[in-house]
C-alpha cells in the first residue's frame, strides 16, 4: 500500500530542515576554506622548464623583432609570451616583462612601438577556457579554470622568466616586472617572490580586492546590501584573500616598487590607490 500524501509531506517535513542545515554547513566550511590565504601554493607550484615552443621571429619596425614562444613546466604549467627586442641581440639589454589586461595579455608588446634600447616580454594568463561565455551555464563551468588561472599566474611569471633570463641580449641583473590593471596584484607577488627581479612597476591598481570589486558592481548590483554579498562571493572566488596587493607590495623590500594610479579613475576607487 503506498503512503498517503499527508505521509510524505510529514517524512518530507522532518529531512529538509536536516538536509538544509547539513548544506549550510558545507557551505559554511567551504566559504571558510577560501577565505584563509594560500601563499604556500606559490612555492609548490613552481616548476622546471619541461619544453619550449618558439614560434618563428618577426621583423618589427624600429629595427625590432619579435617571436612568439610558449614555455612548458614539468608540473602541468604552460605560459604562453611575447618577446620584443632589438634585431641586434649581441649587447645585454635590461629586461621588462609585462602583465596587462586579460585580452590584451601578450599582445600588449603590439603597443609599445620601439621602446628603446630594452628586451620586453608580455604575458598571457594561464586560463584555457572559453574568452566570452555563453550563458549561465558555460560561465558556470569556465569556474574552476579561471579560478586556476588566478593562482597559477605568478607561477607562470616565475617559470617564463627561467627561459627569459638565459636568452642572448638579455641581461639577467636587470630585470624589470610591470603589472597593469589586472595585473598588479600578480605583479605584486612574483616581485616579492623572485629576487630576479630588481624592480616592480604597479600601474593602476589598488588595495582591498574585496571593496574594489564591490565598487565595480555598481551598475550591475543596485542594492547595498546584495551588492556587498555579491562582492563577497566575488572576493573568495577569485582568491582575493590570497592576491592581496599590500600584502605582497612591502615583501619585495628592499628593491624598489614604483607605484602610479589616477585620482579620477572610474573603476578604481582613489582611496584604494591610496592605500
Keep these: 500500500m503506498n503512503p498517503s500524501p499527508k505521509r510524505w509531506r510529514l517524512r518530507w517535513g522532518r529531512w529538509i530542515p536536516g538536509l538544509l542545515l547539513v548544506m549550510l554547513r558545507a557551505e559554511g566550511g567551504w566559504l571558510a576554506l577560501q577565505a584563509r590565504p594560500k601563499h604556500a601554493y606559490f612555492g609548490a607550484r613552481r616548476a622546471a622548464i619541461s619544453g619550449i615552443e618558439p614560434q618563428p621571429v618577426q621583423a618589427e619596425a624600429g629595427g625590432f623583432v619579435s617571436q612568439a614562444v610558449r614555455v612548458r613546466g614539468d608540473n602541468g604549467l604552460v ?4 618577446v620584443l627586442r632589438p634585431a641586434d641581440d649581441t649587447v645585454r639589454r635590461p629586461l621588462v616583462v609585462v602583465l596587462g589586461g586579460h585580452r590584451t595579455g601578450r599582445d600588449a608588446v603590439d603597443l609599445l612601438g620601439a621602446p628603446g634600447p630594452v628586451v620586453v616580454a608580455a604575458l598571457d594568463y594561464p586560463y584555457d577556457g572559453p574568452e566570452r561565455p555563453r550563458g549561465w551555464r558555460q ?5 574552476p579554470a579561471a579560478r586556476r588561472a588566478l593562482l597559477d599566474t605568478p607561477p607562470a611569471v616565475l617559470l617564463a622568466l627561467d627561459w627569459l633570463v638565459t636568452q642572448p641580449g638579455v641581461d ?8 597593469v590593471s589586472l595585473g598588479v596584484p600578480f605583479a605584486a607577488v612574483a616581485g616579492a617572490l623572485d ?3 630588481r624592480r616592480v612597476w604597479l600601474i593602476h591598481g589598488g588595495a582591498g580586492n574585496r571593496e574594489m570589486l564591490t565598487h565595480n558592481l555598481r551598475s550591475k548590483v543596485p542594492s547595498d546590501f546584495l551588492r556587498g554579498l555579491a562582492g ?9 584573500p590570497t592576491l592581496e596587493a599590500e ?5 619585495s623590500s628592499p628593491r624598489s616598487v614604483i607605484i602610479i594610479g589616477a585620482r579620477a579613475a572610474r573603476r578604481l576607487p582613489p582611496e584604494r590607490v591610496v592605500r
Design 79 to 82: 605560459v604562453d609570451l611575447r
Design 139 to 143: 560561465s558556470l563551468a569556465t569556474i
Design 172 to 179: 639577467p641583473a636587470q630585470v624589470e616586472l610591470v603589472g
Design 195 to 197: 629576487l630576479r627581479i
Design 232 to 240: 563577497w562571493l566575488a572576493y573568495l572566488l577569485a582568491h582575493g
Design 247 to 251: 600584502y605582497w607590495t612591502p615583501r
